[in-house]
């Protein structure tokens, strides 16, 4: 089944202690994206990668660091949260960049105390 | 940057009514799609239209572009319970690369 897995769905967690947010794809696909989902704001791009190695900045990158060694895995960072950074979590793949439907994952719930 | 905003913010119907959203955006696109979102649950993929055209339909669904106006509706005919979600547009940047989402629009079909 083409699926786009994010781990942890929820976590509860302390103002400066490094967490990171698995997020993995089977469906070979090349541009892989994190948004976070606030009430009212709609979700917001934190950074996106169009394949292997490449990576950018979306609409609201401060706080958080991506990686994407391989083509399956695009784990989103949070090296020092920060309790402005709570909110719902999507990760989402997509064969082309932004002229493909985008596959999203069922998010996950961040709680930064 | 830019950013698609809906209209109405919320919306309540009947089951069997027609439910029109609606989605402005500001600057050029090469395309812009819609999605849906059952609470608190992952976005689907409902249509995407290119920039080049100016309606589509799937099903139910029914989708303008009006690239001059910078905006674009969507229907949905024959509502049913079961299409209570948040609806959101989505647009691409100039450079084609970052998704732009806007506030959503959460649509309430009553049985």
């Known amino acids: 089944e083409a699926q786009v897995t994010q781990n942890p769905r929820y976590l509860i967690t302390v103002t400066g202690k490094k967490l990171t947010v698995t997020c993995s794809q089977n469906?070979?696909?090349?541009?892989m994206s994190w948004y976070r989902q606030d009430p009212g704001l709609g979700l917001r791009q934190i950074y996106y990668?169009?394949?292997?190695?490449?990576?950018d900045k979306g609409d609201v990158p401060e706080g958080y660091k991506v990686s994407r060694k391989e083509k399956r895995n695009f784990p989103l960072i949070l090296e020092s949260p920060s309790p402005n950074q709570t909110s719902l979590y999507f990760c989402?793949?997509?064969?082309?960049?932004?002229?493909?439907?985008?596959?999203f994952g069922d998010g996950t719930r961040l709680s930064i105390l | 940057s830019q950013q698609g905003e809906e209209d109405p913010q919320a919306l309540s119907i009947q089951e069997g009514e027609n439910a029109t959203m609606n989605c402005s955006y500001k600057?050029?696109?090469?395309?812009l799609q819609w999605y849906r979102q059952n609470s608190g649950r992952g976005l689907v993929h409902l249509i995407l239209?290119?920039?080049?055209?100016r309606e589509k339909h799937s099903g139910r669904l029914r989708v303008t572009l009006d690239t001059s106006k910078k905006s674009s509706s969507l229907l949905i005919t024959a509502s049913r319970a079961a299409d209570t979600a948040s609806y959101f547009c989505?647009?691409?940047?100039?450079?084609?690369?970052?998704?732009?989402f806007g506030a959503g629009t959460r649509l309430f079909v009553k049985a």
């Open positions: 600057t050029s696109i090469n395309n």
């Open positions: 469906m070979n696909h090349e541009y």
């Open positions: 239209i290119r920039s080049n055209e």
């Open positions: 989402a793949s997509s064969q082309g960049a932004t002229e493909q439907p985008q596959h």
């Open positions: 990668s169009m394949n292997v190695e490449v990576t």
């Open positions: 989505a647009t691409d940047d100039t450079g084609g690369f970052k998704t732009i």
